[in-house]
């Protein structure tokens, strides 16, 4: 039973993670949000950066499964999600950024970013409204979260601000 208001942030994110609407969140999903970005650009499943995206939505499934599938039958419940998301990253957001990182690295290599060392010079703001967009934010808000993550206003997002504003976004509260 989803109590608190947290709670019930975090449960409405499981949505954005259960891409086919089939009441749970599994390997499949991840998949399917990686091949969505692949057409959105129009980058070759079997291009560099297409098979690091597919790398990058295995390791971000593992991730998220070792966290939240409680009972291991790989697939995650909507809370078996709140649990995992409230119980353990509640307390340390880094640990999810980290779970995260490689999936969001490709995904800005894929949307036209220099994902080199360091982050690179990052991805276009609306092209991050695109990613989102394809991860199934509405338009509107994919917009403005994609300006508002512009946190220098140099009008590109780089690795550290999409992997610190996706971890606040699971993880803090208000």
Known sequence: MVTSEYERRIAA????FDQDGNGYIDREDFMAAAKALLAEFGTAARSDKGQALY??????????????????DQRITREEFVNGAVKRLRDNPDRFAEI?????????????????????????????ARVLRVLGV???VAAQAAAQLDADGDGRIDEEEIVSAFARYFTVPE
Request: aromatic share 8%; hydrophobic share 45%; proline share 2%.
């Open 100 to 128: 995260a990182r490689p999936f969001l690295h490709a995904a800005l290599a894929v949307a036209g970013g220099d994902a080199g060392a360091g982050g690179g010079a990052g991805v276009g703001v609306d092209d991050t």
């Open 138 to 140: 509405d338009g509107d």
């Open 13 to 16: 994110r499981f949505a954005g």
């Open 55 to 72: 790398v990058g939505a295995e390791a971000f499934w593992q991730g998220m499964a070792g966290i939240a599938d409680r009972d291991g």
